[in-house]
């Protein structure tokens, strides 16, 4: 069989699989062998991409085929992205590729609008920014067979829009992102000024979320929009004017006074700010801090006879909150269930997730990251959050947890003897199968290496990637200290705290045995496959997660 055939055949076969499930109207299983495919052929991204635009034409979107399709591609383009944002060039140019391809496609005229839309909504979903190459084929297409402008009738345009989103102006904001996320902004800006402009109630809502929009001309011209007449404030309702208020901070410190100018304008109207939604947190629960940073949480709070289940992730700022409706005990024990078996939970306390949460709002608002609107839905869900962007100075907490330790834990020969064993207790759990390095730099140093196995390639990573990073490390380790606090009668954070400690001193790394198996992990991972490691998985409706790739553990020799 050909490579090109070999290809196909297996991008056929997954996608065959995943049909099965989906043409009985449940989300596919993960198993052990698509995880494999999709880690170790990110490139069948394009043979996914021709087989959906071939069974499209034959059988029609909606065909569990072309589904299955559409489904690998977005597990695809996830591992890309995560590979790309870890630095990897090659990953960038395959993003590149993709989006030029369909992009071509739209030109070309071999894909219809229905499929241009699916497939550039699962570019969305999988957290790739549409470059400019999409945008121009987009806009190429439109003018050729659709409308570009607004239509006269905007409001009863997007009427079933409205109505399949039950009015929820978040659901409403994630469907019009996600439909317009090839979409230049001229065109965006259009349509969200007709949105504010619109007399349906829940269209203006949903306006006012973009003002957290990734895209600064659009939150610019929203802002604008919403001063230019006092017509504009009177539209607005109170719980639209609490959202500007809880979103105020979220913001860029430039955009702030727009923000406040709004606020201001809806209360001269005589507008009262609405009360905060009676919701609670009745059970958090977080995963640990993987090797890439990140950090899940999913929210329980009770909805009457049912709960309400949220979801956040934090990885350098807020990457995704939402909350689903309200469900059965029965089915959020589900889901938290299969949470489990993807990554581990611990129980945490509402004042430690809001402390996590509002350093990762403020490194976001320093990289230019602005918090998802659905982080806003999850302040609604679980009762008011005055969640004010607040960095965590690793280096302040990790002082106040040394005068928390025992004097014994503290002396020199208690110091060593924990370091000495820390490979030992610090393995405590799977997450720490995901403390390694992945970038381009660690990729040519293991390539340079020969992938060998050893004490010499154990010892080059510690110098050469370890060692300058000690201090991302020891900021891991202390918010695993933190993270573990949350068990009272858990001890093992003590062990953190002062691994924390020996890496901020300068303190040898051969001396911290858990350095060395990292080093080893490392080597191990890299020289095997790529690692296309993905984020925490926040199981739940809206988006479906993946378990972490695991390593297996390699000891120093």
């Given at each position: 069989?050909?490579?090109?055939?070999?290809?196909?055949?297996?991008?056929?076969?997954?996608?065959?699989?995943?049909?099965?499930?989906?043409?009985?109207?449940?989300?596919?299983?993960?198993?052990?062998?698509?995880?494999?495919?999709?880690?170790?052929?990110?490139?069948?991204?394009?043979?996914?991409?021709?087989?959906?635009?071939?069974?499209?034409?034959?059988?029609?979107?909606?065909?569990?085929?072309?589904?299955?399709?559409?489904?690998?591609?977005?597990?695809?383009?996830?591992?890309?992205?995560?590979?790309?944002?870890?630095?990897?060039?090659?990953?960038?140019?395959?993003?590149?590729?993709?989006?030029?391809?369909?992009?071509?496609?739209?030109?070309?005229?071999?894909?219809?609008?229905?499929?241009?839309?699916?497939?550039?909504?699962?570019?969305?979903?999988?957290?790739?920014?549409?470059?400019?190459?999409?945008?121009?084929?987009?806009?190429?297409?439109?003018?050729?067979?659709?409308?570009?402008?607004?239509?006269?009738?905007?409001?009863?345009?997007?009427?079933?829009?409205?109505?399949?989103?039950?009015?929820?102006?978040?659901?409403?904001?994630?469907?019009?992102?996600?439909?317009?996320?090839?979409?230049?902004?001229?065109?965006?800006?259009?349509?969200?000024?007709?949105?504010?402009?619109?007399?349906?109630?829940?269209?203006?809502?949903?306006?006012?979320?973009?003002?957290?929009?990734?895209?600064?001309?659009?939150?610019?011209?929203?802002?604008?929009?919403?001063?230019?007449?006092?017509?504009?404030?009177?539209?607005?309702?109170?719980?639209?004017?609490?959202?500007?208020?809880?979103?105020?901070?979220?913001?860029?410190?430039?955009?702030?006074?727009?923000?406040?100018?709004?606020?201001?304008?809806?209360?001269?109207?005589?507008?009262?700010?609405?009360?905060?939604?009676?919701?609670?947190?009745?059970?958090?629960?977080?995963?640990?801090?993987?090797?890439?940073?990140?950090?899940?949480?999913?929210?329980?709070?009770?909805?009457?006879?049912?709960?309400?289940?949220?979801?956040?992730?934090?990885?350098?700022?807020?990457?995704?909150?939402?909350?689903?409706?309200?469900?059965?005990?029965?089915?959020?024990?589900?889901?938290?269930?299969?949470?489990?078996?993807?990554?581990?939970?611990?129980?945490?306390?509402?004042?430690?997730?809001?402390?996590i949460l509002r350093h990762h709002l403020q490194v976001g608002l320093s990289a230019g990251t602005l918090p998802p609107?659905?982080?806003?839905?999850?302040?609604?869900?679980?009762?008011h959050a005055d969640w004010q962007p607040e960095l965590l100075d690793w280096r302040c907490a990790l002082a106040a947890?040394?005068?928390?330790?025992?004097?014994?834990?503290?002396?020199?020969?208690?110091?060593?003897?924990?370091l000495h064993t820390s490979a030992d207790w610090a393995d405590f759990d799977e997450i720490a199968q995901s403390w390694?390095?992945?970038?381009?730099?660690?990729?040519?140093?293991?390539?340079?290496?020969?992938?060998?196995?050893?004490?010499?390639?154990?010892?080059?990573?510690?110098?050469?990637?370890?060692?300058?990073?000690?201090?991302?490390?020891?900021?891991?380790?202390?918010?695993?200290?933190?993270?573990?606090?949350?068990?009272?009668?858990?001890?093992?954070?003590?062990?953190?705290?002062?691994?924390?400690?020996?890496?901020?001193?300068?303190?040898?790394?051969?001396?911290?045995?858990?350095?060395?198996?990292?080093?080893?992990?490392?080597?191990?991972?890299?020289?095997?496959?790529?690692?296309?490691?993905?984020?925490?998985?926040?199981?739940?409706?809206?988006?479906?997660?993946?378990?972490?790739?695991?390593?297996?553990?390699?000891?120093?020799?």
């Amino acid at each position: 069989m050909s490579g090109a055939s070999a290809h196909k055949s297996r991008t056929q076969q997954q996608a065959r699989r995943l049909a099965a499930d989906l043409a009985k109207g449940r989300m596919p299983a993960s198993t052990v062998d698509l995880e494999d495919y999709l880690d170790r052929f990110p490139d069948d991204v394009f043979v996914a991409l021709d087989g959906f635009v071939e069974q499209v034409a034959s059988s029609g979107a909606d065909d569990a085929i072309a589904l299955g399709y559409l489904y690998l591609i977005q597990g695809q383009l996830e591992r890309v992205r995560f590979r790309s944002e870890r630095g990897y060039e090659d990953a960038t140019r395959l993003t590149e590729e993709f989006q030029r391809a369909v992009a071509d496609l739209a030109v070309t005229g071999r894909i219809d609008a229905q499929a241009l839309s699916m497939v550039t909504s699962v570019l969305h979903m999988a957290g790739i920014k549409a470059s400019a190459e999409l945008h121009a084929g987009v806009t190429q297409f439109a003018e050729n067979v659709l409308p570009l402008a607004v239509p006269p009738d905007f409001t009863d345009a997007m009427a079933d829009m409205v109505a399949e989103c039950e009015g929820d102006p978040f659901q409403l904001a994630a469907a019009l992102a996600e439909a317009g996320h090839a979409i230049p902004a001229e065109p965006r800006i259009l349509m969200a000024i007709e949105q504010i402009r619109s007399t349906n109630a829940a269209l203006r809502e949903a306006a006012i979320l973009y003002l957290l929009d990734g895209e600064p001309t659009l939150r610019r011209a929203v802002a604008s929009e919403l001063q230019a007449s006092q017509a504009r404030a009177a539209s607005l309702s109170p719980e639209s004017l609490r959202r500007l208020i809880g979103m105020r901070n979220w913001c860029p410190e430039k955009e702030r006074p727009a923000v406040d100018a709004i606020i201001r304008a809806v209360r001269a109207k005589g507008i009262d700010c609405a009360a905060w939604p009676q919701g609670g947190a009745g059970m958090i629960h977080a995963s640990g801090i993987d090797g890439s940073g990140a950090q899940g949480f999913l929210i329980v709070s009770p909805v009457g006879q049912k709960v309400q289940i949220s979801s956040v992730l934090l990885k350098s700022g807020v990457r995704d909150a939402w909350s689903a409706p309200p469900a059965s005990k029965r089915e959020v024990q589900s889901t938290l269930a299969l949470a489990a078996t993807e990554t581990s939970m611990r129980p945490v306390s509402r004042k430690y997730f809001d402390r996590i949460l509002r350093h990762h709002l403020q490194v976001g608002l320093s990289a230019g990251t602005l918090p998802p609107a659905g982080l806003l839905q999850v302040a609604e869900t679980i009762g008011h959050a005055d969640w004010q962007p607040e960095l965590l100075d690793w280096r302040c907490a990790l002082a106040a947890m040394l005068a928390e330790l025992p004097v014994a834990m503290l002396t020199p020969q208690a110091v060593s003897a924990l370091l000495h064993t820390s490979a030992d207790w610090a393995d405590f759990d799977e997450i720490a199968q995901s403390w390694f390095e992945d970038d381009e730099h660690v990729a040519r140093v293991v390539a340079d290496i020969g992938g060998r196995q050893g004490a010499q390639s154990v010892d080059r990573v510690l110098e050469e990637i370890l060692a300058p990073r000690r201090e991302k490390w020891a900021a891991y380790f202390l918010g695993t200290a933190l993270w573990l606090r949350e068990a009272p009668e858990d001890s093992l954070w003590r062990g953190f705290v002062i691994l924390a400690q020996a890496l901020a001193s300068g303190r040898d790394l051969a001396d911290i045995s858990v350095m060395p198996v990292i080093a080893a992990r490392t080597v191990a991972v890299l020289s095997n496959a790529p690692a296309l490691r993905t984020e925490p998985a926040t199981a739940g409706k809206r988006r479906r997660n993946r378990p972490t790739r695991r390593a297996d553990r390699r000891q120093p020799q």
